[in-house]
């Protein structure tokens, strides 16, 4: 069984700033970990993946995470946060890529200008 | 990334009547489709698993005959709400497995709302 944990429905910083998301996941098998991205009334986008190569993982828009076995952690940061990076982010886990994805409650980030 | 698309984007019904959703690969060719369904401010929920030439996968607690899922080609999944009521008003995300590399990755369609009146 897996699940995924996100830390905060609700994040707001600054333009400017550092994005800091957090995702904590559980899994009985090695896992592949996903950041998705979705903008009001759109499907997800992709933002990065983890699967088991590097453990730091770049995306797009700057984003990027870290997996962190010891502490079950993939979190996602951003150093300077924009204001398009307004939206709602989704953690999510896999046992097995492009096999069922189990998602986290998700983190609403808004960006103050 | 690949291409995936919804139709249609938005749809408003009455209640009882039936509404399909169509979910289209449209970079490559998919044996596998996901449907999901998100209620607002809510995170995804798997619905079902959809599998060309096969019966779908449902989840837990997801009434097959409630949401009839039909894949008849490797790029067509279609899901019909059936008999639909209000408590069913959600947003419902196709997604399709791409192999990318030595990895699949799962790109997801823009999604469709639908309200029941």
């Known amino acids: 069984a897996q699940s995924v944990t996100q830390l905060g429905s609700h994040v707001s910083v600054s333009e400017g700033a550092l994005v800091l998301l957090r995702c904590n996941y559980s899994?009985?098998?090695?896992?592949?970990l996903f950041w998705y991205v979705q903008y009001p009334n759109q499907g997800l986008q992709l933002l990065l993946k983890?699967?088991?190569?590097?453990?730091l993982v770049k995306g797009i828009n700057g984003f990027e995470a870290e997996f962190k076995k010891s502490e079950t952690s993939f979190h996602l940061t951003k150093p300077s946060a924009h204001m398009s990076d307004a939206a709602e982010y989704f953690c999510a886990v896999s046992d097995r890529a492009g096999n069922m994805l189990t998602f986290g409650g998700g983190t609403r980030l808004m960006v103050k200008p | 990334g690949a291409v995936v698309s919804q139709h249609p984007s938005r749809v408003i019904c009455k209640s009882g009547t039936s509404v399909k959703i169509e979910c289209r690969s449209l970079?490559?060719?998919?044996?596998?489709m996901f449907w999901y369904r998100q209620f607002p401010k809510q995170s995804l929920m798997l619905m079902a698993t959809?599998?060309?030439?096969?019966?779908?996968?449902?989840e837990q607690g997801v009434e097959k005959d409630k949401f009839l899922i039909n894949h008849a080609s490797l790029t067509l999944s279609t899901l019909t709400v059936t008999s639909a009521h209000p408590e069913d008003s959600s947003f419902y995300i196709c997604?399709?497995?791409?192999?990318?590399?030595?990895?699949?990755?799962?790109?997801f369609g823009p999604g469709t709302r639908l309200t029941v009146l």
């Open positions: 983890y699967t088991s190569a590097a453990t």
């Open positions: 970079d490559f060719q998919a044996t596998t």
């Open positions: 997604s399709v497995g791409a192999r990318r590399g030595s990895t699949d990755t799962q790109y």
């Open positions: 899994s009985s098998v090695p896992p592949y």
């Open positions: 959809s599998n060309e030439g096969s019966k779908a996968t449902y």
